[in-house]
């Protein structure tokens, strides 16, 4: 058994930023499910949104981010991140992030939804700057253990020794480098695990997407909220050999137009912000055009601006591209809408603390409150930062958590299985459904037929479960369909379409935002 004062699952932005934040007097563990890049913080291109230029305010970040929420924010949350967003992108400029600097000055790019310049971004590969950085002082911080390889299975609680509370002793763990299962033991648990963009066929989010973090605080008791809203990125990178490439909103901010084949263009006819609309008006968009026109892609058109400011500002986009035989300063590059971004996830305080003592969730995990409907563009890597830090402070500032001896993992009555194909064909089922029945467009018929098919799916999950050793592809369908199933439940509990869900059957909006929130069965370990 290894013993820890904090135990972070999960090794993006949300879990650096919490670590690094942590006193060093604590011994820290962060556990990356394969490598230390592979997580939707280091593939992030965009930036950071944050009051850096003169002539925005804090006020004006507000607004954009309730009105692409689409009336579901907490304002009192949003607020208080868009308060702390100016602190959080200087601390990331202290620990030597290399964002882009114009004359001087920071250059600030627009997004979707956004009134002014506040992303602050390096070229087209943000996260990758960011992570690299942070992953350096990790590194040399006497006090974190950096383990990769290690995909977290179950929390452990009192139950597994006979104590009847709320609270979380730690994991158990699956070193996928040895094929053990290992007991970590631990006096706050957090759990940064990202999104769940793989529950669908097509998604711009990295393998490790699964929804791990969100499954496993379900079936430890804690409550989920708003995981009907799933952000579908507008424009990833259509092609046969570039799978989940993203192509940044910041090049629609920088006036590339989104075309049918034939050149012409259709965003003025769905917004007046034409391509500048938050990301879920524009993915319908482009949604009904494909299916209005039997296409496959779309097209995104930068060739108006010098090919000089083209290469600067979005190299990694302009190499991929270059690579897969497109020359985008001088052609158009298809796209089509793919699943990004997790607005719903674990309930949270301002703390990032859930229902469960000495167990957090942050970043994509977690729900706050920021997001509401609908995520503004780069508010998710800014609420990483400022709830890593609230997260640290508040177990900085807690008593002390001792860790108990925990039981080992029980595997005495399981076998090696032999149905890596069972396996594998009920993924790709999984995510096929899915994107076909819960995906930009939804009806009340196709969320009963995923309901149907995840009902069959969690039977012979819980038969694999119980019966064979667990491997990384167990753990993580049995994540993806525990994740499926709330989705679904979340979708069919609204009654109308707001911001990310869109109802046929619903088309309306209700005259008052409500909150989806989701009560665990079992609320105590």
């Not at 629609?252 to 391509?275: C, H, I, V």
């Not at 060739?303 to 300063?329: G, M, N, W």
């Not at 229902?355 to 942050?362: K, S, V």
Request: charged share 25%; glycine share 8%; with cysteine.
């Amino acid at each position: 058994m290894q013993r820890y004062d904090v135990l972070i699952i999960g090794a993006g932005l949300a879990a650096a930023s919490l670590a690094l934040s942590l006193p060093g007097r604590l011994r820290i563990a962060i556990l990356a499910k394969k490598g230390y890049e592979d997580s939707a913080s280091y593939w992030a291109q965009g930036g950071v949104a944050a009051v850096l230029g003169e002539d925005d305010t804090l006020e004006e970040h507000v607004q954009d981010t309730l009105i692409a929420g689409a009336g579901l924010c907490d304002e009192a949350v949003v607020r208080h991140v868009v308060a702390h967003g100016p602190a959080a992108a200087h601390w990331l400029i202290d620990a030597g992030v290399a964002f882009n600097r114009d004359h001087g000055n920071f250059h600030l790019t627009r997004e979707g939804g956004h009134s002014h310049r506040r992303i602050l971004h390096a070229a087209d590969a943000t996260g990758k700057a960011v992570q690299e950085t942070l992953r350096g002082k990790l590194r040399a911080a006497r006090n974190i253990t950096l383990l990769t390889h290690h995909i977290a299975i179950d929390l452990i609680g009192g139950h597994k020794f006979g104590l009847a509370d709320d609270r979380v002793y730690g994991a158990y763990v699956l070193n996928t480098a040895s094929g053990r299962v290992e007991t970590f033991a631990a006096g706050h648990t957090v759990l940064a695990t990202g999104g769940a963009g793989k529950v669908f066929l097509y998604t711009s989010n990295p393998d490790t997407a699964t929804g791990d973090g969100v499954a496993m605080a379900w079936r430890a008791g804690c409550r989920v909220s708003n995981l009907e809203f799933i952000q579908f990125h507008p424009t990833c990178l259509y092609h046969p050999h570039a799978k989940s490439f993203l192509i940044t909103e910041a090049m629609r901010g920088e006036g590339a137009k989104l075309r049918l084949p034939d050149g012409s263009r259709f965003m003025p006819e769905y917004d007046e912000r034409a391509e500048l609309a938050p990301r879920d008006i524009v993915a319908r968009a482009i949604d009904s055009e494909m299916k209005k026109r039997g296409l496959d892609c779309v097209y995104l058109d930068i060739t108006h601006q010098p090919a000089k400011f083209i290469v600067e500002h979005f190299p990694t986009i302009y190499q991929r591209c270059k690579e897969l035989s497109i020359d985008i300063t001088r052609e158009w590059i298809p796209v089509a809408p793919a699943a990004h971004y997790t607005c719903g996830g674990v309930m949270v305080d301002r703390n990032g603390h859930t229902d469960l003592d000495n167990l957090y969730a942050i970043g994509e995990t977690s729900c706050t409150g920021l997001h509401g409907a609908n995520r503004l563009a780069s508010n998710s890597l800014l609420e990483c930062v400022v709830y890593g830090q609230a997260a640290a402070k508040h177990i900085a500032d807690s008593a002390p958590a001792p860790t108990l001896d925990l039981p080992p993992w029980d595997e005495s009555r399981v076998t090696d299985a032999d149905e890596e194909i069972v396996i594998a064909h009920n993924w790709h089922e999984l995510r096929r459904f899915m994107w076909d029945y819960v995906g930009i467009v939804r009806t009340n018929r196709r969320l009963e037929r995923a309901a149907h098919r995840i009902q069959l799916l969690n039977e012979e999950i819980d038969e694999y479960y119980s019966n064979f050793r667990v491997g990384n592809d167990l753990i993580e369908l049995r994540n993806l369909v525990q994740i499926a199933d709330l989705i679904v439940r979340c979708a069919t509990k609204r009654h109308e379409s707001r911001g990310l869900h869109t109802s046929r059957d619903y088309p309306n909006l209700l005259p008052k935002a409500e909150p989806t929130i989701l009560e665990p069965p079992l609320r105590k370990l």
